[in-house]
T-cell receptor
Framework: DTGVSQDPRHKITKRGQNVTFRCDPISEHNRLYWYRQTLGQGPEFLTYFQNEAQLEKSRLLSDRFSAERPKGSFSTLEIQRTEQGDSAMYLC??????????FGSGTRLTVV | KQEVTQIPAALSVPEGENLVLNCSFTDSAIYNLQWFRQDPGKGLTSLLLIQSSQREQTSGRLNASLDKSSGRSTLYIAASQPGDSATYLCAVSGNQFYFGTGTSLTVIP
């Protein structure tokens, strides 16, 4: 296990389409986080899981966004009816219970 | 809500200089503080993690300090190199990490 993997690396989609991103965390890490980053800004928290339980969601996570971690391993983040404002880098990170984060390389979403 | 501020927003230095990046946070009740490096269009690479009980951490030419009581951390980079050019982000943790907006560093050969 060499780190956190995210797929795809890049996604271009038309406005109104649905997209799904995948994150594979470091296998022994209990916690998995999703962040969104726009140009020139620091990452903004979206949601996190401890094992399969989604423990916190940001108000940034509108009802068009849903995240799952069905077996406490990989996670998916789905955006329905994408809007141009959803264009950003979506970052996944994992960590042991209370410790530093390891980030993936991110998925860059462009909504045209 | 925790707020994290990084100063300066951008910094340009000649190769070989020592430099200091600053991070301040409003709520001292943190578990730890982590410094990251981000290259353009890429994810975040962890540089140093300081637990709340620690005062500093060192890795190679990097040294990070933490003063919880004053809500401050510094990242010291010794003998800067062009390859150090990147954006440096600090993040403090509660249940989630709160990030600053970063310092964009350019090291001029």
């Amino acid at each position: 296990d060499t780190g956190v993997s995210q797929d795809p690396r890049h996604k271009i989609t038309k406005r109104g389409q649905n997209v799904t991103f995948r994150c594979d965390p470091i296998s022994e890490h209990n916690r998995l986080y999703w962040y969104r980053q726009t140009l020139g800004q620091g990452p903004e928290f979206l949601t996190y899981f401890q094992n399969e339980a989604q423990l916190e969601k940001s108000r940034l996570l509108s009802d068009r966004f849903s995240a799952e971690r069905p077996k406490g391993s990989f996670s998916t983040l789905e955006i329905q009816r994408t809007e141009q404002g959803d264009s950003a880098m979506y970052l996944c990170a994992s960590s042991p219970l209370v410790d530093g984060y390891t980030f993936g390389s991110g998925t860059r979403l462009t909504v045209v | 809500k925790q707020e994290v501020t990084q100063i300066p927003a951008a910094l340009s230095v000649p190769e070989g200089e020592n430099l200091v990046l600053n991070c301040s946070f409003t709520d001292s009740a943190i578990y730890n503080l982590q410094w990251f490096r981000q290259d353009p269009g890429k994810g975040l690479t962890s540089l140093l993690l300081i637990q709340s009980s620690q005062r500093e951490q060192t890795s190679g030419r990097l040294n990070a300090s933490l003063d919880k009581s004053s809500g401050r951390s510094t990242l010291y980079i010794a003998a800067s190199q062009p390859g150090d050019s990147a954006t440096y982000l600090c993040a403090v943790s509660g249940n989630q990490f709160y990030f600053g907006t970063g310092t964009s560093l350019t090291v001029i050969p």
